[in-house]
């Protein structure tokens, strides 16, 4: 225990002899010097935020930018989807040629800004549509659906809360033939 004492007073009372002017410069000098340091780590901490930020803003201005390229396109598909379901309600069917063109228009904005999920969903959509035999008019429906969900994720939407059938509804008056489900208020 003497041992610890003498180690401690032993600096303690060295500092007592130095003059005061000596001390009170090494301790700004200290002062200084911490000061400096932890300036510049929040100088680097500070410019590495706002880096960071600015890439995220960036990004999102990105995004925002796509989406609203999207927008078009996909308000042009959905409108053609209840142009050709009122054509249907009414026995008639849409003119084959601007049937092609609208599709084609759709295609290139697709595959220019569509997301990869949407432009698998649509390809997926377009050759089940293209292979008569496999045609199964609720299936189809259920893939146009799957379309559909993926072009509002694209836009930034959320599916969550949304299930089988939610989207059809607004097509068919009875989304639970295709389902198999009941729908819940």
Do not use: H
């Given at each position: 225990?003497c041992?610890?004492?003498?180690?401690i007073?032993?600096p303690v009372s060295s500092i007592?002899?130095i003059?005061t002017?000596?001390?009170?410069?090494?301790?700004?000098?200290?002062?200084a010097?911490?000061?400096?340091i932890v300036n510049?780590?929040?100088?680097?901490?500070?410019k590495?935020?706002?880096y960071?930020?600015?890439?995220?803003r960036?990004?999102?201005q990105?995004?925002?930018?796509?989406?609203?390229?999207?927008?078009?396109?996909?308000?042009?598909?959905?409108n053609?989807?209840f142009?050709?379901?009122?054509?249907?309600?009414q026995?008639?069917?849409?003119?084959?040629?601007?049937?092609?063109?609208?599709?084609?228009?759709?295609?290139?904005?697709v595959?220019l800004y569509?997301s990869?999920?949407?432009?698998?969903?649509?390809?997926?959509?377009?050759?089940?549509?293209?292979?008569?035999?496999g045609?199964?008019?609720?299936?189809?429906?259920?893939?146009?659906e799957?379309?559909?969900?993926?072009?509002?994720?694209?836009?930034?939407?959320s599916?969550?809360?949304m299930?089988?059938?939610?989207?059809?509804?607004l097509f068919i008056?009875?989304?639970?033939s295709?389902?198999?489900?009941q729908?819940?208020?």
């Open positions: 225990m041992n610890v004492y003498e180690y007073n032993e007592s002899s003059d002017a000596v001390i009170v410069a090494v301790i700004s000098g200290a002062v010097v911490i000061g400096l510049s780590i929040m100088s680097y901490r500070t590495r935020m706002e960071r930020y600015s890439e995220i960036e990004k999102q990105e995004l925002r930018e796509k989406q609203e390229k999207m927008i078009d396109p996909y308000n042009k598909l959905v053609l989807i142009e050709i379901l009122n054509l249907t309600k026995n008639k069917t849409i003119n084959d040629i601007d049937l092609i063109r609208k599709m084609a228009e759709f295609n290139v904005a595959l569509g990869n999920e949407v432009i698998s969903k649509w390809g997926n959509y377009r050759v089940n549509m293209a292979n008569p035999e045609l199964d008019p609720s299936k189809s429906m259920l893939k146009l799957e379309v559909l969900y993926v072009i509002r994720e694209d836009l930034g939407f599916k969550k809360e299930s089988e059938g939610d989207i059809l509804s008056n009875d989304p639970e295709l389902t198999g489900r729908r819940t208020n």
